[in-house]
């Protein structure tokens, strides 16, 4: 694996990673699926898109005609692989965009609408707390997640105390049947 330490503070570093070592988190908050997933399982999870929550569309038409290097991907190496804790939305594009990741024909993706990406990509590399207290900051309270995505990653990874919200869901089973909840 080819990288590069550009800097280094506060037990951040900035990393080239080519994006193909990246590899998309399946316990993304967003849609979580089993950890022993793959990145095409990642995918095919955004493709489904149920309640829009991945939106790749927009994303492709929103991120415009260039990789923007303002945001950097946050990365955490777990067991010697870099796993993408946000910015999983664009590493999933780049990999649709260098043909590493199968795109269903009938999701009808217009792959040339998509940025071209570098091959490697500066990252954010850090531990997991920083990680986590970092996408919680930029996630959890701007409405990118919905009410029950939020409640349970700060019960599992923020060790918050379980909310009402959790609470009821776990013992009713009500969000399953009534999705419409879960928009509150």
Known sequence: ???KIITSMNNQEIINIKIEDLVLWTENPRDPISPDSNDQ???????EDLDGRWNLK?????????????????VVYD???????????????GKIKKGLIAVPSEYDLDI????EFPDELPCNVCSQEIALKSVCRKHSDIGSWDVLG??????????EP?????????????IS????????
């Open 1 to 3: 694996m080819h990288f």
């Open 112 to 115: 040339a609408k998509i940025s």
């Open 150 to 159: 939020r409640d349970m990653f700060m019960h599992k990874y923020m060790h």
């Open 41 to 47: 399982d990642v995918a095919d999870k955004a493709f």
């Open 79 to 93: 067991k010697g692989k870099p796993v993408v804790y946000d910015g999983n939305r664009r590493i999933l594009l």
């Open 177 to 184: 049947g009534n999705p419409a909840l879960n928009n509150l």
């Open 58 to 74: 927009k994303l492709i038409s929103d991120m415009g005609e260039y990789y923007d290097y303002s945001e950097l991907p946050i």
């Open 162 to 174: 379980k909310s009402t919200f959790l609470i009821v869901v776990e013992y009713t089973g009500l």
